[in-house]
C-alpha cells in the first residue's frame, strides 16, 4: 500500500508504513480500514498489473486473518501479540525433551510426554491435575 500511495518516494513509504503500523498495533478495528482502503486502491486505473497483484495479494491475507489482527484490544487484555512467546515456548516445552541425541519418538509417546512436561512447566496446572484425578479418578484398563 505505501508503494500504491508513494510509487516514486521510498522515504515517503517507509513513513506511511510506520505510521499505519502503529495504527494497526494501537487503534481497535485499523485491520478493517486498512482492507477497505487496500480494496479501494486496487481500483485505480493507475496502478501496475504488479502493484495490483502485490495489493490483491495483501487483501487475500487481510481477509484471511483480519479477525487474528485485533492487535489493540489483544494489547489491551496483555496478551503476547508476537510470536516470541511461542517460540520460546515451543523451544523451552518440546524441542529441550524431545530433541536430545539418539532420541526416537513415536506421536502417541511424544504427545504424552508434552503433556506431562506441560503440566510441569505451567504454574499451578500440576496441582490442579492431581486434584481432577483425586476427584474423578483415572481409568485403567485391564
Not at 5 to 15: N, T
Not at 72 to 80: D, G, S
Not at 117 to 133: D, M, N, P
Request: overall charge positive.
Amino acid at each position: 500500500m505505501a508503494e500504491a500511495f508513494h510509487p516514486d518516494a521510498p522515504s515517503k513509504q517507509k513513513e506511511w508504513l510506520t505510521e499505519n503500523c502503529r495504527k494497526l498495533k494501537h487503534e481497535k478495528g485499523a485491520a478493517g480500514e486498512l482492507l477497505t482502503l487496500m480494496k479501494e486502491l486496487k481500483q485505480e486505473k493507475s496502478h501496475s498489473k504488479t502493484l495490483k497483484e502485490k495489493l490483491q495479494t495483501a487483501i487475500t491475507y487481510y481477509e484471511n486473518h483480519q479477525h487474528q489482527m485485533n492487535y489493540a484490544e489483544y494489547l489491551e487484555k496483555k496478551y503476547p501479540i508476537g510470536s516470541g512467546v511461542t517460540e520460546a515456548a515451543c523451544k523451552t516445552l518440546v524441542k529441550q525433551r524431545l530433541c536430545c541425541s539418539g532420541m526416537r519418538w513415536k506421536e502417541k509417546g511424544a504427545g504424552i510426554i508434552l503433556s506431562l512436561r506441560a503440566l510441569v512447566l505451567t504454574k499451578e496446572r500440576w496441582s490442579q491435575f492431581w486434584a481432577k484425578l483425586d476427584q474423578y479418578g483415572f481409568p485403567v484398563e485391564s
